[in-house]
């Protein structure tokens, strides 16, 4: 959340006091009657003018590859991400 709500403070989209918030969901598989993490779906929720939508749609299309945590996941882990912007 922190590389896409950077990536949009730096486009002029403010990001700050909860307009950002992400949803996150785990899924679980049993291997060896360990429980894995197997998948993980971040939902990102933007409060944002309808005139930010075209940049936001942008960010959200590259901002995953400079996330660290996305980065060091990806190979293990299945990661998604899908964005809401809720209009003001």
Do not use: W
């Not at 590259?62 to 190979?75: E, Q």
């Amino acid at each position: 959340m922190g590389t896409f709500g950077g990536a949009l403070e730096a486009r002029k989209i403010d990001a700050s006091e909860g307009r950002l918030v992400a949803e996150v969901r785990g899924e679980v598989e049993t291997e060896d009657n360990v429980m894995v993490i197997r998948r993980v779906h971040v939902t990102l929720k933007l409060r944002a003018p309808e005139s930010a939508r075209e940049t936001v749609e942008r960010v959200h299309g590259f901002f995953a590859d400079k996330c660290p945590l996305y980065r060091t996941l990806k190979g293990s882990i299945q990661t998604t991400t899908s964005l809401e912007l809720l209009l003001e």
